[in-house]
């Protein structure tokens, strides 16, 4: 079964560019699997980011940025702020309707 | 302005059943795909459910098939999910979404509940 991996933390300082990646534990990521991503902070309902790849959803900063680098999906945080410390997950469509988010990664700004 | 709120969660005992509900506004519910995504505590996000605008279409994970029924009433603006077998590893804040586009080259989920707390516990 394949499972959708995701970096489980990590850390940027202020200012500071973090890229993290969205993968499969077989094959690549592509359009097809309709990536995209959202944010959480603890006890607050998930914010849509980015869709279909590299799309900002209304509302989102232009410092959040969505790619496919390699055989992952992308998103690229330029110019962390203290406030996007949260929770970031990618959802993908494994196909015949079923969808799998990613495990996750917490993003630390320090 | 597009409003989804979550209802039906509580304490259930395992093997007990639980209906949760969605009361949508500000959109005309025919017209989307809905889902349900849930959050173990302390865990992340996982798809639960799906189900298409006439309600003709469902999907969900394995671990709830057979067990749990999504279902929509689109005069009455409002999702469902029937759960029944209840376990413990179901506990979790559950919450609708809506799907956004689905029909073409992008679909993701634009507006979420802020979710409903289901304890699975003897």
């Known amino acids: 079964q394949t499972v959708v991996t995701q970096e489980p933390s990590f850390s940027v300082s202020p200012g500071g560019t973090v890229t993290l990646t969205c993968g499969l534990t077989s094959g690549s990521v592509s359009s097809s699997y309709h990536p995209s991503w959202y944010q959480q902070t603890p006890g607050q309902a998930p914010r849509t980011l980015i869709y279909?790849?590299?799309i900002r959803s209304s509302g989102v900063p232009d410092r959040f940025s969505g790619s496919i680098l390699g055989n992952k999906a992308a998103l690229t945080i330029t110019g962390a702020q203290a406030v996007d410390e949260s929770d970031y997950y990618c959802?993908?469509?494994?196909?015949?309707?079923?969808?799998?988010f990613g495990g996750g990664t917490k993003l630390t700004v320090l | 302005e597009v409003q989804l709120v979550e209802s039906g969660g509580g304490l259930v005992q395992p093997g007990g059943s639980l209906r949760l509900s969605c009361a949508a506004s500000g959109f005309t519910l025919s017209n989307y795909w809905m889902t349900w995504v849930r959050q173990a505590p302390g865990k992340g996000l996982e798809w639960v459910a799906s189900v298409k605008q006439d309600g003709g279409q469902t999907y969900y994970v394995d671990s709830v098939r057979g067990r749990f029924s999504i279902s929509r009433d689109n005069a009455m603006n409002s999702l469902y999910l029937q759960m029944n077998s209840l376990r413990a590893e179901d506990t979790a804040v559950y919450h609708c979404a809506r799907w956004n586009g689905c029909v073409g080259s992008y679909c993701y989920l634009d507006y979420w509940g802020q979710g409903t707390l289901v304890t699975v516990s003897s």
């Open positions: 279909n790849i590299n």
């Open positions: 959802l993908l469509h494994m196909g015949s309707g079923i969808w799998v």
